[in-house]
DNA sequence: AATGAATGAGATTTCATTCAT
DNA sequence: AATGAATGAAATCTCATTCAT
C-alpha cells in the first residue's frame, strides 16, 4: 500500500539479485515476474519500470555475473606475469563461480534451467574468450604455450568448461569433481602444450 | 473426420518425425501439440493416446536421433580395424548430424530451443561416451593413443563437438566453419596424444 | 476491451453472486469459468486474480451463503428471549434460505449440483450446529427441552433438514412441502421433547 | 491382444466390482473408465459393450449395493415377528454396510466423492424408505410404535443414517461413533414413542 | 518512481465415447 | 463378445505485460 521509494540503483540491484536467486533455484521458466515482485516486495508494474521484460531481466542476471567474473579475470591478468599463471587462475575462477552458483540449484530438475544455462554459456563464451585468447596468445609469444587456433580452442575451452561444472553433483568434495579437475588440467597442459604440472584446479 | 486407423508403429514414428522438424523449425516453446496434430492430421487426443506429455515427445526426438548415432557409430566401430580412423569417422558422423539438424532451424532465435539443445547436450554425453571411451581404450591398448582420464577428455570433447552445433552460421562452407574444424582436428590429435595428420574432419 | 477498474471488493462480489446463480442455475460442472466471466464482462484472468481456483470459488459461495445465515441465526438469537421460539424461527430461516435457492435449480438435473450441494450440507453441519446446540442447552437449562446428546443430534437434524428440503419438488406450495413441513413439526418436538405445538414451519 | 472370451454374467459383475472399488477408493470422478478396463484386463470398448455410458456404471454400482442391503432387509423383516427388533436389525444392517464401504475411502479427501454419495443416499431413501415404513406400519398396529407421518419420519431418519457414513473418523471404536450411535438409538426411540432400551446400535 | 487491478491469448491435457475390425 | 486406436470438444489455469492513477 503505503509507497516506498528508493535508490532506483538499490532497488534495480535487489531485483536482479533476488530474481537470480529464484531462477537458480527453482529455474528461469518456473519463476513468474509476480514471484520476484513478491519477494522484493513492490508492485508488479515496478519491475516493467525497471526492466522491459523477463527476458531483459535474465539478460541482467546473467551479465552480472560476467561482469563480475570479468572484472575478477582483468584482476588476475594485470595481477600476474606469467602467462599459464594466468590462465591457471583464470579458470580456477570460473569453476568457482559456476560450482558457487550450482549450489543453490542443486535440488531443482536440470531442464528447469536450460534456458539461464543457455544464455549463461553462449555469453561466457562471448564474454570471456577475448580475454583469455589474449593470455592464451601472450603465452605463445614467449613460447610458453602453442596453439594454431587459439580462438577457436579457447571457445571450445570455454564452452566445455561451463558445461561439465553445471552438472549434477559437481560439489567441491565429490570424487566425479576430483577427477574432472585432474583431468581439466591435463587438458590444458595437452591443449595448449604446456609444462605438464603447471595447473592446480579445485572447486 | 473420418477416421483413420493406421499401424501404430507408424502413427508413432510419423508424430515423431512431424514433432522434430517443428522442434527444429520454431523450437520446442514455440511448438504447438496442436501445431503437430494438423500437420499429421489426427486429433488432439491421439498425440496423448501416444506420448504422456509433450515433454515426453521430446524426449522420443531425442532418443531417436540418438538411437540413429548410436547404431551408426557402432557400425563405425565394428567396421574399421583401427581405432584411430574408428575415432575420425566417428566424430565426423556426430558432426554431420548435428549439422544436418541445424540446417532447419537456421533462422529462428537460438534462444527458442534451449531447452532441446540442452537436453541433446546431455543426453549426447551419457550415451556416447561409453562407446567412444572404448575405442580411446582400444586405441591405449594399441599405443595409438595416451590418455590418463579418458572417460573425462571424452565428455570433455563431446562436449566440445555438440556446442559447435549450436554455433550460428555453421553450414559447411563458411570460413568460420573451416577454422573450428581445424581446431577440433588439433584438439583431437593432442587430447590423445595421437600422430599429427590423422584426423580429417568435414561438416 | 476497454478497461474498468472497479473497487475490488464490488469485483469480488460480482463474481460471487454471478458464480452463484450459474452454479445454481446448471451446475458447478457444468458452469465453466468463461461463462462467469463473460456475463460479468471481465477477462479470464480477473477471475484468477480473485479466486485461486474454480474450486476456491464454489467455497466462496458456499461461506457467503452461510455467512448470511449465521448473521440471521445470531440475530434471531439476540432478539429473542425463548429458547423454543429461536429454534423456531432458526429452522424457518434454513428453510426459507434452503428453498430460495433450490427455485433456482428447479429446472436442471439433480446430479449437476451434487459437489455444490455437499459442501454446502458439510459446510451447513459445521457452522450452524454449534449455534443451534447453544438454543439447546439454553432449552434444557430452562427445562423446555430434554436430550443426552444434544452435538450429535443437532447435527443429525440439520443434515435431515438441508437433505431433505434439497429435493426436488420443494416449492412453497405442494402437498408434499406442506407434509414435510408438519412432520418436521414434530420430529423437532418428540427430538427435543419440546411441548407439542410450539412449531409452526413454512417455507 | 488375446481375446478372452467369459461368461458375460461374470464379466459384468468383475467390472462392476472393480468400478465399485475404484469409485470408492479415489472418487467417481477421479476414476477413468480406462483404470477400470485397465484393472479387469479387457479393452476399452468391453465397458461400453456392458454399459451404456460410466454414469450407467454409477447407478449398477448403487444398485448393487441397494440389493444386498434390501436382500438382507427383507430378510430379516421375515426372520424377525417383533416390529421393534426388526427396526433394530436393519438400522443396524445399514449402518455396518455404510461404514464398511467407508472403510475402503478412509483416505481419499471427502470432496471427491460428491457424486457418488449424493446417488447413494437418494436412492437408499428411495428404496429403503418403503420397506422400513412397513415395519414401522406394523409397529404403530401393534400399538409399540408412534408415528403421525411415518414417510416423512424414515425419510428423516435414513438421511441422518447415510450423513453418518459419510463423515470421517467413522471407524468402530472412536468415541465420536459411539456417541453418534447412542444418539442415534435415542433419536429412534423418541421419533416412534418407542419403549427407551429397545435399541442397540453398533458399528 | 510506483502502484496493482486487469488483461487475454493460448497451451496442455483429460476422457468419455465411438467404430471399424 | 471383444478389441483398441482414434476422436474432439472443452476446460482450467498461467503469466507476461499494460495502463490508468
Known sequence: MGRV?????ERCRELIDVAERLFLE???ENTAVSDIVREVDVAQGTFYYYFRSKAAMLEAVVEKNLDELE???EEIISAETDPVSKLNRIINAILRLSVGKRELM???????NAVMHEKMERRTVARLAPLIVGV???GIAERRMNAVH???MVEFLLASVVYLFHQPGMDSESARSRRLCLAMEQILVRLFRIDEGSFSLHL
Do not use: F, L, N, T
Not at 5 to 9: E, F
Open 5 to 9: 521509494s528508493k535508490d532506483p540503483g
Open 26 to 28: 527453482r529455474g528461469y
Open 71 to 73: 572484472m575478477e579475470i
Open 106 to 112: 542443486e535440488h531443482i530438475h536440470e531442464e528447469s
Open 136 to 138: 592464451v596468445e601472450e
Open 150 to 152: 587459439p580462438q577457436e
